[in-house]
């Protein structure tokens, strides 16, 4: 009866990363998870509960990966705190599961070590077997238990199996703590380790020739080539970027024939009326024109996820190492700001693993310029209109790579002046990353991945994106104007009376009135522009969603300045492009990145500079556009 009133065990979770850790927390708890919030930490700490065997529950916790216990990063200092008992809100944990990769325990082992001398019980998930006995490992856990005195479960976390065996070894009363024979000098414990793992591995972890050549190795002497290996990432990226404009059509297809479904049968419904307006010139039309390039956005992050998954991610960081140094970063800054082309958010928090604290404020302060998927919206709408050609070409492809491949540039060089500026940091750091071998994807990663994705898109879709719709439809129906026509109806209109006041600002952009209105609401969420020209520009619901963008195109086409000049000029498309490459319209980024630096100096800096820096390098670009005669 005593052991359902009692709290149940901690169980923590460590691992270098690559090593399968948070694939074995997700099949130790299902669903049965959440993620931590502790006073005075940033970094995500998730946490859920799994069952013994015998019906004992047990509280997991996933902390970071990392390499080492020296509380260099973010990530390794909330590691250290949560092992040591000094985690707000959290206790010492009972039992530590070492995760470690098979095929690599030489580096692997050494973390373990670490946590074996903090003098904690330990059980070793001896992940990837099957990865390890297919390069021509040898393992013995048996020796391996022996000679760390602490139970080992040979395991293959992705097909779940070794986990009832796990839970086993998690047994109640735990496990006792080993004692670390390895250190003999106390003041220079490395060396023994290094030793120890060496003596272990030649023991539990023989290979039948040294100088064996792997699969993977046999893939990197091509993908890691000086020449060939550049050749490949741009050959890949640029796939990638192709593939978001060609296999995303048929799903928009689907979402365009169910909205014009029920566009038709909301007016079949309802009388005519500003009600019905709302609904479907308003929220229907406003949030249709976002959710239309959900199927676009969820390609990319499929594709990143299956990069990472793969294995592909950590050679594109070895190959920009070098790239990155001459912007003052590290290849580590490569993995953060790769993600920011999904979501500059996650991009940000994943500069945790930076140990310089310089770098990383720098990798913060630039990762907004990666062009996240919010601008994607506002991309597939102007491009086609600036080739004058319709969705899903190769040319278009190109011209999104441009677009993607001139933020990044200009993040280089931004961050190398920022870095210059900083100065060097006191303790030189070092770049050290792990090459994992290749793998089939992980497809419940990925698609738990994207359908996370997709489910915050929606909700943000059916929030914000949905609230700034109805204002929009708000201010440019009232206040009415009787018996006159739709011009001059949205001229009397509030929405029209801000134009006018915006428009001396954009006009030297080659903005009007109202498009100076749509970027200002892209503010909160950039995506929120597509829906906002919209609205302003009266584009009617159709059947297709395809139609109604080409509709929309054929309405920006036909704008004129009042002299009979057309607004929408290869000039100003391109001057717009370069507005949203280089604008920072995402509250929510700002937000993240107060958090992330520590104070809010640095989130309002970047918002100012930022914004001030799109203003500039707009305005340069149409001017300069004119004098020569573009």
């Known amino acids: 009866m005593s052991s359902v009133t009692e709290s149940p065990s901690t169980i923590a979770l460590i691992g270098n990363p690559n090593a399968g850790k948070t694939t074995l927390f997700n099949a130790l708890t299902g669903s049965n998870q959440h993620v931590g919030n502790y006073s005075g930490v940033t970094v995500a700490v998730k946490s859920g509960e799994t069952f013994t065997p015998h019906g004992r529950k047990l509280r997991v916790l996933d902390l970071p990966g990392c390499y080492s216990l020296r509380a260099n990063s973010l990530d390794e200092k909330v590691a250290v705190d949560a092992l040591t008992g000094n985690l707000t809100g959290e206790k010492k944990p009972d039992v530590v ?8 325990l030489e580096r692997h082992l050494q973390l373990t070590l670490q946590v074996i001398e903090l003098g904690l019980p330990c059980v070793i998930a001896l992940n990837m077997v099957d990865v390890a006995e297919k390069a021509g490992l040898r393992l013995d856990p048996a020796k391996l238990a022996e000679e760390l005195n602490v139970p080992v479960v040979p395991m293959q976390a992705n097909a779940k199996k070794g986990i009832v065996e796990l839970k086993q070894a998690l047994r109640f009363p735990h496990p006792p703590a080993s004692e670390a024979t390895w250190v003999t000098n ?15 591995c030649e023991l539990a972890a023989r290979r039948p020739d040294a100088h064996q050549q792997t699969l993977s190795d046999k893939i990197d002497s091509l993908l890691l080539h000086p020449i060939y290996g550049w050749i490949s990432m741009a050959v890949i990226f640029f796939t990638v970027f192709w593939a978001i404009f060609s296999f995303a059509q048929i799903p928009m297809s689907w979402i365009e024939a169910g909205q014009g479904a029920l566009g038709d049968w909301i007016q079949s419904k309802m009388a005519d009326g500003d009600l019905r307006s709302l609904i479907v010139d308003g929220a229907l039309s406003g949030v249709g024109s976002v959710v239309m390039f959900l199927p676009q956005i969820l390609l990319l992050f499929f594709f990143i996820g299956l990069l ?14 070098g790239i990155m140094a001459k912007a003052g970063l590290s290849g580590k800054s490569f993995l953060p700001l790769f993600s920011s082309y999904a979501c500059a958010i996650p991009g940000i928090m994943a500069t945790r693993t930076i140990d310089s604290s310089k770098e990383r404020i720098v990798t913060i302060f630039v990762a907004p310029w990666m062009s996240c998927s919010a601008r994607l919206p506002v991309y597939f709408l102007i491009i086609p209109l600036l080739l004058h050609e319709k969705e899903g070409t190769w040319k278009q492809a190109l011209v999104l790579f441009s677009i993607y491949a001139l933020g990044t ?6 961050a190398r002046v920022l870095r210059g500026k900083l100065g060097e940091d006191i303790t030189p750091g070092h770049f050290m990353l792990e090459l994992p071998p290749y793998r089939k994807p992980q497809w419940d990663y990925i698609f738990r991945h994207v359908l996370d994705r997709a489910w915050s898109f929606v909700k943000k879709a059916g929030t914000l994106i949905l609230g700034l719709s109805i204002l929009l439809w708000a201010l440019k129906t009232y206040p009415k104007t009787e018996g006159a026509d739709k011009t001059e109806t949205l001229a009397n209109s509030a929405m029209g009376r801000i134009g006018a006041v915006i428009e001396p600002v954009v006009k030297p952009l080659g903005f ?26 009266r584009v009617d619901e159709s059947d297709s969603e395809e139609e109604t963008r080409n509709v929309l195109r054929d309405q920006l086409s036909a704008s004129k300045w009042p002299d009979g000049r057309p607004i929408f000029t290869t000039l100003s498309l391109i001057s717009l492009l370069v507005f949203f490459i280089y604008a920072l319209q995402c509250l929510p980024t700002s937000a993240v990145v107060a958090r992330e630096s520590g104070s809010w100096k640095w989130a309002a800096g970047q918002f100012l500079f930022m914004s001030g820096f799109a203003y500039m390098a707009s305005l340069i670009v149409f001017q300069v556009g004119k004098l020569i005669g573009f």
């Open 97 to 104: 599961i070492c995760v470690v990769d098979a095929s690599n």
């Open 186 to 200: 106390p003041d220079d414990p490395e060396s023994g380790r290094r030793a120890f793992v060496t003596r272990l």
């Open 308 to 321: 990472e998954s793969s294995g592909y991610m950590a050679r594109a960081a070895y190959l920009m190492d």
């Open 409 to 414: 540039l200009t993040a280089f060089v931004v």
């Open 512 to 537: 009007d009135g109202r498009m100076g209105t749509a970027i200002l609401t892209s503010f909160a969420a950039r995506e929120v522009f597509v829906s906002s020209m919209a609205v302003l520009y």
